[in-house]
């Protein structure tokens, strides 16, 4: 179960710094239904280093081996329409396990590079099977991977944003409609010095994570440190060095996706979010969603079954942010954590006991 690793990979366990980037990525592993993450800052900020180390975190999938969608061979809201009327007709499925993938989506892809490209003529004998498949298809059950998402073309970006909210992708020519499921993990990246994502898209991804450059010294020697060795011949050395850790983490992962849907959540825990995306005027209902599934899926890396305040105050400054009314005049993060917590304590009338430690275990200089 934990033999995988990948040596091309930097371990997201050696990643210095930016606590709020990797919990945000982790989070979202354990449980999708937080809606993926965008995450802001200047290019050089180990963004993609993120994003490629997760992957290797991520148990196997199971897979139909011949399907182009790598539909699950059990479960069969997850299955596209050939794989169906195959278990219908009572063949058996081939089925591999493999690496989740990791999408990168071009700025310059076309719609029929990422939805795929139907072949009218034969699609209304033959149905999806005359869809030859685009990048949502090699995304599902993986990470689609956005560089620069506020550069992306907003069509593009309505068709991966609907395709994410359905878990299908539905192509649609000259009035013939075929689908394949397209589950994926969406992780956008942006510098915003060259330009803001539309509140309206940036509202329909989960979270959003500031990722600023480090200013602390030695933190910055070690970023130079680790990469040298990453670099260097000793690699291998380096990649054994992190191994029980990245293992560590690993396994947490697992075990939180397990846990995850026996989590509960307390009746006046579902009162208090509501109360506070009223309070702070989130017009979306997504952001109410979100911090929900966020904190479950917090409470289940920790080891517990039972949400506490303090998981949705975590929750609520990883999914509010981007989603308060934001003064253009006025410069730096629209959200106050202090001024979050104070109010959260308010509405449940109770002290909140801040974490102490980060979600992943990382080694920090
Ligand atoms: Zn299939």
Redesign the pocket.
Known sequence: MLNREDDRYFPFAAIVGQEAMKTALVLNAVNPEIGGVLIRGQSGTAKSTAVRGLTALLPDVQV?AD?????DPEDHRL??????ERIAQGEPLPVIARPRRLVNLPLNATEDRVAGTLDITRALKEGVKALDPGLLADANRGILYIDEINLLDDHIVDILLDAAALGVNVVEREGLSVS??AQFLLIGTMNPEEGELRPQIADRIGLEVEVAALTDKAQRAEVLKRRESFLAREASDFVKHYRPLQDQLRHTIQLAMARLPHVTVPANLYEAIAALTVKFEVLSHRADITILQCAKAITAVEGRSRVEASDILEAAKLALGHRLPHDPFVAGPALDPIALRRQLEKILDTEIELKKKPLTPTVNP
């Open positions: 139909v399907c182009p969608f790598q539909c299955q596209c329409a050939v794989c169906r394949h499921p």
